[in-house]
């Protein structure tokens, strides 16, 4: 089955660099949320897309972090000038709301590490 | 008031024995009570959920209890497995905000 899918699954890049990590929700979810899980830590909210309305950006720690989803689809969460606390696991997770149930579906995580 | 308090950070079970895990919350608007369960290397998933208008869900091993006047929920797992090692999330969601809120996870340790 297609759950949601992300890439890469790894990264390794040096400090002042910027990275790209794809997510691919599951087909025909409206809402995608972007999570960063640092080494033992809980789960920390980033971005929120729901369908077509301006996304939800109050996790954002700093305005090197952005995100996009096209077409309702796929999303990109860009981290410019990386900087090692960037350092983290970043998850995505897609839902569909459901008689006001919520289940979020989490991919597999892009294991980030700055160098 | 967003916040949603989980503890104990860790826990260790002697296998067969019940692990229990609490969630409490100050949002009053939050009607909507999943547990989810991460294993390592993979991304959370939803274990069970609870609504506010029932005390208590069950399925199999894993009981949710809802004490809706105290703002608190847990997590009972009952004969706990070395399979049930993994960390454990609870949350919260209010109709309106649809964001899910998080716990600080707890990871749990069956021995066997």
């Known amino acids: 089955g297609a759950g949601v899918s992300q890439s890469p699954s790894n990264k390794v890049t040096e400090k002042g660099k910027d990275v790209e990590l794809r997510c691919d929700p599951i087909?025909?979810?409206?809402?995608l949320y972007w999570y960063r899980q640092s080494l033992g830590q809980g789960l920390e909210f980033l971005i929120y897309?729901?369908?077509?309305?301006?996304?939800?950006k109050s996790g954002l720690p700093s305005d090197r972090f952005s995100a996009e989803r096209t077409g309702g689809s796929v999303s990109t969460l860009t981290i410019q000038r990386t900087q090692q606390e960037d350092s983290a696991v970043y998850l995505c997770?897609?839902?569909?709301?459901?008689?006001?149930?919520?289940?979020?579906?989490f991919g597999p995580g892009t294991r980030l590490l700055v160098l | 008031q967003q916040q949603v308090k989980q503890s104990p950070q860790s826990l260790i079970v002697q296998k067969g024995g019940i692990s229990i895990i609490n969630c409490a919350y100050e949002?009053?608007?939050?009607?909507?009570f999943p547990w989810y369960q991460q294993f390592p290397g993979k991304g959370p998933a939803l274990l069970i959920a609870?609504?506010?208008?029932?005390s208590e869900k069950k399925e199999g091993r894993f009981t949710i209890s809802f004490n809706k006047s105290a703002k608190q929920f847990s997590l009972h797992i009952m004969d706990s497995q070395p399979g049930d090692s993994a960390t454990y999330f609870c949350?919260?969601?209010?109709?309106?905000?649809?964001?899910?809120?998080f716990g600080q996870g707890t990871r749990l340790t069956i021995n066997p």
């Open positions: 949002n009053t608007a939050f009607d909507y």
């Open positions: 087909s025909g979810h409206t809402a």
């Open positions: 609870i609504r506010p208008d029932v």
């Open positions: 897309f729901q369908g077509n309305s301006a996304p939800d």
């Open positions: 949350a919260a969601q209010s109709g309106g905000a649809q964001k899910l809120v």
């Open positions: 997770a897609s839902s569909l709301r459901i008689q006001g149930k919520e289940t979020q579906y």
